[in-house]
């Protein structure tokens, strides 16, 4: 006879301390998760609130000294600060401190950038250095004097030469080696007043001004330096001819997405292979200013009779769609987006910042003169750099 016997495993006291102890791990991880969930939740709608407030006011929280003279410039790149003159470049971090400097002797100095490099060429003359986050990659020397350079980011650089009535579009690699070129001839009535370089150096578009019918008109030429433009001749892959128009302004908002600006007029061109016009968006009033970066394009527009100084701000994303608008009546200098997308309208001595939401968040006027504005990471908090200071403040 069979006999059938069934083990049983008995729970000792060792297994159910062991048990309750995961079930009490397991509790204080998920209170620890919900907890973390509720702080960041609440960070996110402190600084989304904190960007809904209007400030008219501030505090310098830090500062530190900058051996300005008045006649530095300066830009962002890579989160730190570049500070520009005629005799040289100094890149240092927001605490003031040192990273490298750079020297050089230029009239002129205007400053190009992307994501990895930025050049700065001498407007009028025929020096050029690129450079990155780590200092200088090359010094380079033109043939004729610069009008205008954009920079790739890997590093190639297009510019606009002039010589007397005679322009020349040139695209350089980052060691100066020249890899297209095309002349233009001013006194035959046309000339390029712009130059576009795709991030990725694969496409330029060229901005011509025609005047040889006693009107100005304007001519948009597409090249392509990939497969696409080889069998090209002069890898010229489409032209757009306007009549009565100017477009100063162009710029390659992605490698597939050229954007022109004229007085009364946004083009954007799908450019996959050959060149499209993908929209027009028309400006009712005059366009007084143009700033724009690789998400946004803005402009300033002002009515021809307007009599109480209203300016016009307005935003459209790379769709087309209005991003953002609002007034302003600030008699300002320069307007810009700045790295964190919002919008800063400022003279020396007085700025406005705007948002994304279309919301006026800061209108105050300076303690003292100051050239260039920061964003810092809270949204309360920005970079003041003025004469021989540079402040670090909170709005309030």
Not at 177 to 198: C, Q, R, T
Request: glycine content about 6%; proline content about 2%; aromatic content about 10%.
């Amino acid at each position: 006879m069979a006999i059938k016997s069934e083990f049983k495993r008995i729970e000792t006291n060792e297994d159910i301390i062991e048990k309750k102890v995961r079930e009490h791990k397991k509790k204080i991880f998920r209170r620890i998760v919900v907890i973390a969930l509720i702080v960041i939740s609440c960070l996110i709608l402190f600084e989304l609130i904190s960007s809904m407030r209007s400030y008219s006011r501030y505090t310098v929280v830090d500062y530190s000294k900058c051996s300005d003279t008045g006649a530095s410039k300066y830009e962002s790149f890579k989160g730190n600060i570049v500070e520009y003159t005629n005799d040289g470049a100094n890149y240092k971090n927001t605490s003031g401190d040192l990273i490298w400097n750079q020297a050089y002797t230029m009239t002129t100095p205007v400053v190009a950038k992307c994501n990895n490099y930025f050049v700065i060429y001498d407007k009028g003359g025929t020096k050029m250095v690129l450079l990155n986050e780590n200092g200088i990659v090359e010094n380079i020397e033109t043939t004729k004097p610069i009008q205008k350079a954009k920079v790739a980011d890997q590093g190639s650089i297009a510019t606009i030469q002039k010589s007397g009535t005679e322009y020349t579009v040139k695209l350089y690699d980052k060691r100066g080696k020249e890899l297209a070129g095309g002349e233009y001839h001013g006194n035959k009535g046309g000339f390029p007043i712009d130059v576009a370089i795709s991030s990725d150096s694969k496409k330029m578009a060229v901005s011509l001004i025609d005047i040889n019918k006693g009107k100005v008109d304007t001519t948009l030429n597409f090249y392509n330096f990939d497969t696409v433009g080889q069998n090209k001749i002069d890898n010229n892959v489409g032209s757009y001819a306007y009549e009565d128009t100017i477009i100063p302004e162009i710029y390659y908002a992605s490698n597939n997405l050229m954007v022109g600006v004229s007085d009364n007029a946004i083009y954007q061109f799908a450019e996959s292979d050959t060149p499209k016009l993908k929209r027009k968006i028309k400006i009712k009033d005059n366009i007084r200013s143009v700033f724009y970066n690789d998400k946004y394009v803005g402009v300033v527009t002002e009515k021809s009779d307007e009599k109480n100084e209203k300016k016009h701000i307005i935003v459209y994303d790379k769709s087309g769609k209005i991003a953002m608008e609002n007034h302003t009546k600030l008699a300002y200098d320069t307007v810009e987006l700045l790295d964190n997308n919002e919008i800063c309208v400022k003279n020396n001595s007085e700025c406005e910042i705007y948002t994304m939401y279309s919301i006026r968040k800061l209108k105050t006027k300076f303690e003292q003169e100051i050239y260039k504005i920061f964003p810092r990471g809270s949204s309360r908090k920005y970079l003041f750099i003025g004469k021989g200071e540079m402040q670090e403040v909170k709005l309030y």
